[in-house]
Structures are given as C-alpha cells and as structure tokens.
C-alpha cells in the first residue's frame, strides 16, 4: 500500500480502521480464544476418562471392564478406582480354555492380581516368586489372578505350563482391563500387581518385577 492510498473503511460505521487498531483486535481475540480452546479440551477429556472408567468398557464379545454388581459396590459411594483404599475396578475375561472369569466373582478371597506378558522378561524373573507363594498360601484362602495381556490362547498355555502355574488365568484381548487398571505408562508397565483385601478394597500395589522379601511384605497386609 502507497502513502497516498486511503485507510480502510468499516463498511458498517464508516470509520476509518488503522492497522494498530486490527492488531490489538486480533491479539486480544487470540488471547480469549486459545485459553478457552485449551480448557475444553481438557475438560473434554477428564469428561471420557472418567465416564469410561464409571459405565465400563466392553468389547462385542462383552468382556472388558464391567460395572460392579450392586452387592459389591463401595459403601462410600466412591467410584471404583486402583487406588489404595478404594474398591478395584470390575471385569469380565475370556480364559485361555474359552471360559469366563469376573474379578467380583473372587470376593471373599484375598486376591493378587498380576498382569503380565509372556514376552515380558521382567514378568518371568518374578512368576517363580508368585507361584511359591500361591503354594504357600492357597490353602489360607489366596488367589493369584494372573492377567495376560493381549496374547493368544497357545502363548498363555504354553508360558503357564512351562512356570506351573496353576492359578486363574484371563486374558486381556483388547487391553481395556490394563487400561482401566492403569497399565502402560512410563511407571505402571508390566509386571503389575494388585494386593486386593476380600472386601474388594485395593491394600497396596507394586510396579515392577517383585523379589521374595517385597512379595511377601505386601502378602502381610492381605493376610494379617
């Protein structure tokens, strides 16, 4: 634009619009907008984060994450959640012999739920520790629940049979259970375990591969 040529024109009022005048505008409205955007965004998503976590997530078969029966909810009125004091997630699993297992179906039962993957190394040096401890403390009431994650029937059985586990085994074939559970971060990779009391409560967690003397510490609170 030349010197000489004339300022725009608001077509509406007829007052001239100097460019200072259009920066600010803009400025300020990107100033409102981005924010705003922002916001929703992350509301948008702690809205399905929590609505998925609350109402489930099955697949076409209907296994996956289930809501609790109502004779096994929490008293509190709290959602369920893995954390330490709240009453674990529900789900429902295809075992590897084309049965069906629910996690609320184990109440009254101490439970150690430990997810896992037969490719996992660090899942391989801690199944021996797991099954000694099965062995140990079946008879007192333990249940180990073993969840793969992802793998086919053949991988389950064959790395089951080579650890001589003997405790349930589901797998988790879309990994929505892990997911609910809070399984695949930077920090909660696998192996994973649940210390979950007979009232469904969650008593304590690890993550990571468990030696004797940190498996046993975490029974105690189960078992006591």
Known sequence: MSGNEPLPIDEVSGIEE???????????LRSLVLPLLIVATIVGALYYIERDRGSGSVDSHGFGVVALPTAAQDPSGRSPSTDVGRVAPDFLLQTPDGGQLRFSD????????????????????ELPEIVKAYDAHEAGGLVVLAVDLQ??????????????????????????????????????????????????????????????????ENLAKLLQ
Request: charge should be positive.
């Open 18 to 28: 100097r460019p200072q005048n259009r920066r600010e505008w803009r400025g300020a």
């Open 151 to 216: 793998e086919n029937d053949d991988a389950v059985k064959s790395f089951a049979g080579e650890f001589g586990m003997t405790f349930p085994i589901a797998i988790d074939r879309t990994g929505s259970v892990a997911s609910s559970w809070r399984i695949g971060g930077p920090i909660q990779g696998i192996p994973s375990s649940y210390f979950v009391d007979a009232h469904g409560v969650v008593q304590a967690r690890f993550f990571g591969p468990m030696t004797q003397d940190t498996l046993d």
């Open 106 to 125: 184990l109440r009254g039962h101490p439970v150690l739920v430990s997810f896992w993957a037969s490719w996992c190394a660090p899942c391989r040096q």
